[in-house]
């Protein structure tokens, strides 16, 4: 068999792990939460490099646009090490998921931090970000959850952070971009019939299939009469690096900044 079909074989394999994985997307993610015992240096979570590299990665971009004194919200923190990171630059830090285990998680990593919170939100809901940082703008830090949402759902989000970014905030988004088919995904990160790297199974088991979110997807979620987009590229998504036999653990990724527009019928009150 040609080696480029080869990994095709490990299919029914992947349907069989991925058999088991709870198909309401909020339940999944707070069931894979709560079974999850170790992140940092020896994670058990694929997104987790344990180390802030890819965050440095950021600064210069987040230094330019975002304004240093407004509050960050981390949307969809996971277990707030990206929180705890902006935390340590930014006035104000509050790290919301919809997973309920994963907050929890969150807020016992964080104890020593007191410019630092976190809470329970589905940014799908409408109007789901009105409260978080109280009657101020925000900046929005968002990484690796666009891409685990459907369309319509990324589409109701994006409103939810146009709303809080107000005039003055901004948004940083960093996805997974990856342009192949899910076999080509587990494989990419080192999975193959014989054997398949820890934390690549447990997401495997307990979550949905992620999509990818690049330019494309941006533009079908980002009407132009709501946002402005001010800068984007490429970026690179490093992830646990158990899966880093043949330099697999880094995953091509997507950067976008925006500013939020005013919808011509919307008062500026509203
Ligand atoms: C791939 S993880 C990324 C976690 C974190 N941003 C990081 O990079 O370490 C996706 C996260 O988005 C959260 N999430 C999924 N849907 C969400 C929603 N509708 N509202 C808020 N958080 C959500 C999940 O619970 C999960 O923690």
């Known amino acids: ?142 990484r690796g959850v666009l891409h685990v949402l459907g369309t319509a759902d990324q589409a109701a989000l994006m409103e939810n952070l146009r709303q809080m970014v107000g005039e003055r905030g901004r948004v940083f988004l960093a996805e997974t971009n990856f342009r192949g088919n899910p076999v080509e995904y587990v494989s990419h990160l080192g999975a193959s019939r014989r054997s398949i790297p820890a934390p690549l199974e447990l997401a495997i088991r307990k979550l949905p299939m992620p ?16 946002w402005t987009l001010v800068e984007d590229g490429a970026a690179t998504i490093e992830t646990n690096p158990l899966m880093d036999a043949e330099g697999n653990s880094r995953v091509p990724g997507y950067f976008a900044v925006l500013k939020g527009k005013t919808p011509a019928q919307e008062p500026l009150s509203a």
């Open 1 to 142: 068999m040609r080696s480029a079909w080869r990994k095709y074989l490990i299919l029914p394999k992947l349907i069989r792990l991925s058999r088991s994985a709870p198909k309401d997307r909020a339940v999944a993610w707070d069931k894979y939460w709560e079974g999850i015992v170790s992140t940092g240096t020896s994670s058990e979570v694929l997104w987790d490099s344990g180390s802030d590299n890819e965050l440095r990665g950021y600064r210069d971009i987040l230094a330019r646009h975002f304004d240093p004194d407004l509050p960050v919200v981390d949307v969809g923190c996971g277990h707030g090490a990206f929180s705890r990171a902006l935390a340590a630059f930014s006035p104000r830090v509050i790290g919301v998921d919809v997973a309920e285990h994963a907050v929890a998680r969150a807020r016992a990593e964080s104890e020593a931090m007191d410019n630092l919170s976190f809470a329970e939100c589905d940014m799908t809901r409408p109007h789901a970000g009105a409260g978080l940082v109280g009657p101020t703008d925000a900046n929005v830090f968002i």
């Open 211 to 226: 999509g990818h979110f690049g330019p494309d997807e941006l533009a079908v979620v980002m009407p132009t009469d709501r």
